[in-house]
């Protein structure tokens, strides 16, 4: 039944293919670490490369799929360093990861997330090896209506986030799901919020946002750090460079769950590896952080997210691979690429080109062992980017967040947008907001809207569609029991245990 | 009574949605197959918003700490850096407008001239070769540039 | 300065690395030839100038590889109006178009220019619209499906993979309308990309999907979809031999997508009568034969003021659809 896997290690461990995973892997930890240069653009740029060398098609596919993985990992690099995140995936890892940056601990952080990543990763590709065709099943009952509903559990699941000022929690989401609205209606194709300006009409792009958002936004903030008169952090203190087993056996939990919800996240065609970091987080936020140390650079926090968004991005070739359907952009990407070797993916492929589809799920495990080697004694000579003084590094911020948007949009409108949400992100820092939420809002409302209004149209407006399937209803009450249980658990246990014992041991593990 | 951040913000952001929803509202639809439309959800959204300013502008929360005038200074120095960055980008080429605005942005933050011009020659001239040779990745060479290679 | 180093040894490694496997690439050279697809990488516009660079380079017709630079932004508006303002007469560059184009100028989606502004060049090859259903869907042909949604049009929903408005739209409202059935009354979700459509289709969450002969292929050998009609003038040859066109089961409706590009409206008439002549050279060659079935694509033969010609008439005639569906005002 594995032929397909072993014919694949067969052809992944040939000297050239292992070359090319590592150079894949070199590359993507390369593209994924600079802001704003994604997998996307990674794979895009190198794939006419890999083809004009006459690469054949499982190696150039290894190499592809290589880069794909190592943009995963790189991603963190800045969200950890610089609180600036590399890439859509890498949003909630600035989360906990720079404030442990902050707290000296850059070194074990980066060797952290590469281990969470790792072991994301593996679960979703032995997922993907072990229940391929399954849950290619399952992907496609979900319709409108069930990503409408699983939008609803999301955001019941980012009430946890509220924190200590819902109200400006609330504002920030809402702002972000408006700046989502920005463009073509893309139901009815009507303009909205577009003044006319072409470059609007596509709606603001999510890297010219993350850019703006953290990166234009931070470089203020290191202003007025280096203003300071008081100067007692101006540059975080370099403490210990290696991640201890304890510290990672901590993590276990929140690694292997996180690692699952990426991967079924990653699974469903249309939404990626920023969904599943989301969800991972919020979940984990609520399971462990018991003591309120979410957010303030708790380790579970930082590990949640990077196993979920590596488990997503391996999980996205679920479709990929089964139905010939691109679960992501990066996915529809590598089917451009397989198709320019006359390669169709679907159910045919692993029957009729067992090389390459036994070749790219090899090399996936490969990618990833040579991506681990390669980040842990790494971890220690990225963090000392932390050191670089701030006349060096705030310039380089610059560069990059240029380039990127630049390299994207070749054009100057990008740009400038891209100042003007430096600015509201600053403003909104220095009111006392969080970017996450904004984020958030802005990913999860367009699915939100667009998958609501899709399936009234597929009945003709009958709004009982919403609910008709169990997976539907199963997502409704769980989205319920988020935002209802946390209220009604603690008055039920105190009700019933009237030794007040507190709750937090109760599902202590 | 003094102006609280986030009574501003609030009177602000109730603009802004008023501004959204009669954007929302003057959209115009010619054919739509759901009966929800392209306007309900930025009009909802344009409420709740306003709602929650309001909450705001009636119970602020503590004032942050703003800059003060040299800092707002710099502040806008930075932001004006860039904007020339981002004017003169295409019509000069990558490297001599990131010349420029490495080594401005490095004496902001106090590095010395001789400095700050070394990081700009050695970061533009690097990041260009890096960014072109390594990555593909295509940039403004500037039209003056192109009878040197 | 320990960092220094650190930083030196990684960029040159990789400077070294990537300058290896980039040879050959080069920066800003006049004589280059580009491309711009006016979207983002990956997608359809994106495989429309490697279809042409790839074509070029392997069959040396040109010595550089051609660049291919991505300038998304309004459905193609971005780049339009940045050819006609800003490198209107750059001989070297020539930008992707498709059928979709033609549409978006009709409805006026590309703001000041109009549809003869540009130099149309020429096409490549051409896709054809496919009205799919699912294996186990009770149509056996177009006949049994009208039947039905003039009966119910509430029990079956359309979908394809863009607005209303766009040309994928315009497959499911013209079908439709040769039926004599109002498109307004149809069922029609909008989604991002034909893969999420396709996804739906066997899901069951749609019925009907309007989608591309091309992108059909791996589902057609699966047989996990029926294919009730190809929007084509004749039968396609091949794995599609035995789809029947809308045409033959009485019904007027013809969708051709074809891909192809336009250059600036200054461009001398020197550089484009070069380019159409090294196009329509190029369709000719063997090797580019094989390229062009490798991208799903079928032959099409149309380049300099033939194409011109037949992209305006196109937009004209789009611009009475929109009117006869009701998408103006």
Redesign the interface.
């Known amino acids: 039944m594995f032929d397909f896997l072993i014919h694949g290690f067969g052809v992944a461990l040939t000297p050239l293919n292992l070359g090319l995973a590592f150079?894949g892997a070199?590359?993507g930890t390369?593209?994924g670490a600079l802001p704003g240069?994604g997998p996307?653009?990674g794979?895009?740029?190198?794939m006419?490369?890999a083809?004009?060398?006459g690469l054949p098609a499982e190696s150039a596919l290894i190499l592809l799929a290589a880069i794909y993985t190592g943009a995963e990992y790189g991603g963190r690099m800045s969200s950890i360093l610089l609180n600036v995140p590399g890439d859509a995936g890498a949003v909630m890892t600035t989360l906990d990861g720079h404030p442990l940056a902050k707290k000296g601990l850059a070194g074990p952080a980066l060797g952290l997330s590469a281990v969470s990543s790792f072991v994301g990763a593996t679960i979703a590709i032995l997922g993907l090896t072990l229940f391929a065709p399954l849950l290619a099943e399952v992907?496609?009952?979900?319709?409108?209506?069930e990503f409408f509903a699983l939008m609803i559990f999301a955001f019941a699941s980012m009430s946890v986030m509220m924190g200590k000022?819902p109200?400006?929690t609330?504002?920030g989401a809402?702002?972000g799901?408006?700046i989502g609205?920005v463009g073509?209606?893309?139901?009815?194709?009507?303009m909205?919020?577009t003044f006319?300006m072409?470059?609007?009409?596509?709606g603001i792009?999510f890297v010219v946002m993350i850019i703006g958002l953290f990166a234009?936004s931070e470089?203020?903030l290191?202003?007025?750090h280096?203003?300071r008169q008081d100067d007692e952090d101006d540059i975080p203190p370099l403490g210990r460079v290696f991640i201890s087993l304890k510290e990672v056996l901590a993590c276990k939990g929140a690694m292997v769950r996180s690692g699952l919800i990426g991967f079924i996240i990653g699974i469903l065609?249309?939404t990626g590896a920023s969904v599943g970091g989301a969800v991972s987080y919020t979940t984990e936020k609520r399971i462990s952080d018991k003591d309120g140390t979410f957010g303030t650079g708790d380790m579970r926090g930082l590990a949640a997210p990077e196993a979920a968004n590596n488990a997503s991005a391996a999980g996205s070739f679920v479709?990929m691979l089964t139905?010939?359907?691109?679960g992501s952009?990066t996915t529809?990407?590598l089917?451009?690429a397989l198709?320019?070797?006359?390669i169709?993916?679907?159910?045919?492929?692993f029957s009729e080109r067992p090389e390459v589809a036994g070749g790219l799920i090899a090399s996936l495990y490969i990618g990833n062992v040579v991506l681990l080697a390669l980040n842990l004694p790494l971890a220690g000579?990225f963090a000392?980017?932390l050191?670089?003084?701030?006349?060096?590094l705030?310039?380089?911020i610059?560069?990059l967040s240029?380039?990127g948007v630049?390299?994207?949009?070749?054009?100057?409108?990008?740009?400038?947008l891209m100042?003007i949400i430096g600015?509201f992100g600053?403003l909104l820092r220095?009111?006392?907001f969080s970017l996450a939420p904004v984020i958030l809002g802005y990913v999860l409302g367009g699915l939100m809207?667009?998958n609501?209004?899709?399936a009234?149209?597929?009945?003709?407006?009958d709004i009982d569609i919403l609910w008709r399937s169990g997976i539907s209803i199963g997502l409704w009450i769980a989205a319920a029991a988020l935002l209802v249980l946390p209220w009604l658990l603690p008055k039920l246990i105190t009700k019933l245990q009237p030794s007040n014992r507190p709750m937090a041991q109760v599902e202590d593990d | 009574m003094k102006l609280a951040?986030?009574r501003l913000?609030g009177i602000v952001?109730t603009g802004l949605a008023a501004f959204?929803a009669v954007?929302?509202l003057r959209?115009?639809?010619?054919?739509?197959?759901?009966?929800?439309?392209?306007k309900a959800?930025?009009l909802g959204?344009?409420i709740?918003?306003a709602m929650?300013?309001l909450?705001?502008v009636f119970?602020p929360?503590?004032d942050?700490q703003?800059?003060h005038r040299?800092?707002t200074l710099?502040?806008l120095l930075?932001?004006g850096v860039?904007?020339i960055?981002?004017?003169l980008?295409?019509r000069l080429g990558f490297i001599i407008t990131?010349l420029m605005?490495?080594a401005m942005?490095?004496?902001?933050?106090?590095?010395s001239w001789n400095?700050?011009l070394i990081?700009?020659v050695v970061?533009?001239v690097g990041?260009f070769f890096l960014?072109t040779d390594a990555?593909?990745?295509?940039?403004?060479g500037g039209y003056w540039l192109e009878t040197w290679f | 300065m320990?960092?220094n180093k650190?930083f030196h040894q990684?960029a040159g490694m990789?400077t070294l690395?990537?300058g290896a496997?980039?040879a050959g690439?080069v920066h800003a050279q006049s004589e280059a030839t580009e491309c711009?697809a006016p979207a983002?990488?990956?997608?359809g516009y994106?495989?429309t100038c490697?279809l042409a660079?790839?074509g070029l380079?392997e069959t040396g017709m040109i010595d550089q590889?051609m660049a291919?630079?991505?300038?998304?932004?309004?459905?193609g508006?971005?780049a339009?109006?940045?050819v006609n303002g800003v490198r209107n007469d750059d001989p070297n560059l020539i930008v992707a178009a498709s059928t979709g184009a033609a549409v978006n100028l009709a409805l006026e989606?590309?703001?000041e220019y109009e549809a003869d502004a540009v130099r149309w060049l020429g096409a490549l090859g051409v896709d054809y619209g496919a009205i799919v259903v699912k294996d186990d869907a009770p149509w056996e042909n177009l006949d049994e499906l009208m039947e039905d949604l003039s009966d119910s049009?509430?029990d079956i929903?359309f979908?394809a993979g863009g607005?209303?408005?766009?040309q994928d739209?315009m497959k499911a409202a013209l079908t439709a309308k040769s039926a004599d059935i109002d498109p307004k009354s149809l069922?029609?979700?909008?989604?991002?990309?034909g893969?999420?459509a396709?996804?739906?289709l066997?899901?069951?969450?749609?019925q009907v999907f309007t989608g591309d002969l091309s992108e059909l292929?791996?589902?057609l050998?699966?047989g996990?979809i029926r294919v009730l009609a190809s929007l084509s003038e004749e039968r396609m040859e091949g794995p599609y031999a035995d789809i029947p066109t809308a045409e033959e089961q009485g019904y007027d409706v013809q969708w051709p997508i074809w891909r192809g590009y336009y250059m600036g409206p200054n461009v001398d008439d020197e550089a484009y009568e070069a380019w159409a002549e090294r196009l329509s050279e190029l369709s000719k060659s063997d090797e580019f034969s094989q390229l062009r079935?490798?991208?799903?694509l079928f032959p099409m033969s149309r380049f300099g003021d033939d194409f011109n010609d037949y992209v305006l008439e196109q937009v004209e005639t789009f611009e009475s659809l929109a009117d006869e569906v009701g998408l103006k005002q």
């Not at chain 1, 794979?43 to 190198?46: D, N």
């Not at chain 3, 983002?40 to 997608?43: A, I, L, M, Q, Y």
């Not at chain 3, 079935?293 to 799903?296: I, P, T």
């Open positions: 150079l070199l590359l390369m593209f240069i996307i653009n794979i895009a740029i190198l006419p490369l083809y004009t060398l992907a496609v009952m979900f319709g409108p209506a000022d109200i400006k609330a504002i809402v702002l799901i408006l609205t073509v209606d893309s139901s009815t194709g009507v909205r919020y006319g072409p470059e609007l009409y596509d792009d234009i470089i203020l290191m202003l007025e280096a203003n065609p249309g479709p139905l010939g359907i691109p952009g529809a990407v089917l451009g198709m320019l070797y006359n169709t993916p679907g159910p045919m492929m000579v000392r980017i050191t670089i003084p701030r006349w060096v705030v310039p380089g610059a560069i240029f380039v630049y390299q994207l949009h070749s054009d100057l409108t990008a740009i400038f100042l600015v600053y220095k009111l006392g809207e667009q609501l209004r899709r009234l149209s597929a009945s003709g407006g | 951040a986030d913000l952001l959204i954007q929302a959209l115009n639809v010619p054919i739509s197959y759901d009966p929800v439309g392209p959800f930025p959204l344009a709740l918003l929650l300013s909450v705001l119970k929360g503590e942050g703003w800059p040299a800092l710099k502040i930075v932001l860039m904007l960055y981002a004017l980008f295409t990131t605005t490495v942005l490095a004496r902001i933050f106090d590095a400095r700050a990081t700009g970061m533009s990041s960014f990555l593909g990745i295509s940039l403004p | 320990k960092i650190a990684y990789l690395i990537g496997l980039a690439n711009i983002k990488p990956g997608g994106d495989l490697r660079a790839n380079e590889p291919v630079s991505y300038m998304p932004g309004g459905i508006a971005v339009y109006n940045h989606k590309f703001g049009p509430d929903a979908g607005t209303v408005g766009s739209w069922n029609y979700v909008a989604f991002e990309g893969g999420e396709l996804a739906a066997l899901g069951d969450h749609i292929k791996s589902q050998e699966s996990k079935e490798d991208r799903g």
